[in-house]
């Protein structure tokens, strides 16, 4: 009994770290598009463009070559191509690109606590979609959400914006578009896998996207710095965060998965202040916890 307690133990804890390495891994992306942007000149559009054509590209090489799936096979459903086209354009590239435009106009710590309000917007959609009133843990997670919105954007004082005001809505924007990325492809990721669903995804909104801004339309300086950075935006924050977001699923459930994952914006924050030196007060990190105590609060409705 006692080996048969350490395994479990171990395995519990294989799966804690994987999911752990994910969400600070994501945090660190954002933190690093943060200083691709104000630092060395680029583009929300270029760095958009590259990171779903590059992405989505090694998802679906790693999902034929190492999980042996079948990725053309999802085309052959008329119905699923259209869902997966809109959820390739819509979804992947209105969050991917909603997201850097926030930490473009604002920064990594404030865009990517704002990106957390989608479990609070998914949580009141499906009240009006089964025409009942929250539960009592809704309406708090709600009230919560809107007071650290108020406390992250305006440090306490109703006059100031601690953000600019396009920071702001691009950020609750991509709090929007995370809501639509989660519950738009539920059929299609329980028919076809994770893996296969956001590699198409990836890889359509970044052709899509092409014909707006061409990958080969280049804005920013090219540095050590800046090719270290986005090939850590790509491979760290997308590939190997993705993979060992899937992985730690083995080893704990999908939904204490996606409670550890709530150490991304953390992560962000702190790499942020630190690393940028974003000014991040006392008002703007009680506003940061309230609002990832909804994911919190949230799981118990869905327990």
């Not at 209105?94 to 473009?104: C, G, H, K, L, S």
């Not at 479990?119 to 007071?147: G, H, N």
């Not at 986005?230 to 760290?236: C, D, E, M």
């Not at 953390?266 to 009680?286: I, P, R, T, Y």
Request: proline share 2%; charged share 10%; aromatic share 14%.
């Amino acid at each position: 009994m006692e080996s048969q307690g350490a395994i479990i133990s171990n395995t519990r804890t294989k799966g804690i770290s994987l999911v752990l390495i994910a969400a600070i891994f994501w945090g660190v992306s954002g933190t690093v598009a943060q200083f691709l942007f104000h630092h060395q000149g680029f583009s929300t559009s270029w760095l958009t463009v590259i990171r779903l054509l590059l992405s989505g590209i090694g998802l679906l090489v790693f999902a034929h070559t190492i999980g042996g799936d079948n990725i053309w096979a999802i085309w052959k459903n008329k119905r699923e191509a259209i869902q997966l086209v809109i959820f390739g354009i819509f979804g992947m590239l209105a969050v991917q690109y909603t997201y850097f435009a926030a930490i473009e106009h604002g920064n990594a710590a404030t865009a990517t606590v704002l990106q957390y309000l989608a479990p609070v917007i998914i949580a009141c959609y499906l009240c009006m979609q089964s025409k009942a009133l929250p539960s009592k843990f809704e309406l708090i997670a709600i009230t919560l959400a809107l007071i650290g919105t108020f406390l992250l954007v305006t440090k306490g004082n109703i006059h100031t914006l601690s953000i600019s005001l396009p920071g702001f809505l691009w950020g609750i924007l991509s709090a929007f578009a995370l809501a639509f990325y989660t519950i738009y492809p539920g059929n299609l990721l329980a028919r076809w896998g994770s893996l296969i669903t956001v590699g198409w995804g990836m890889l359509i909104g970044g052709i899509s996207f092409s014909f707006i801004h061409p990958p080969w339309k280049f804005q920013g300086t090219w540095s050590v710095s800046s090719f270290l950075a986005v090939v850590s935006v790509v491979i760290l924050g997308t590939l190997i965060a993705f993979f060992c977001y899937m992985e730690s699923m083995k080893y704990i459930g999908a939904s204490e998965a996606s409670l550890l994952a709530s150490a991304e914006p953390l992560s962000a924050a702190f790499l942020a202040v630190v690393w940028l030196q974003v000014s991040f007060g006392l008002a703007e990190w009680v506003g940061a916890l309230a609002i990832i105590a909804t994911i919190f609060i949230l799981s118990l409705v869905k327990k």
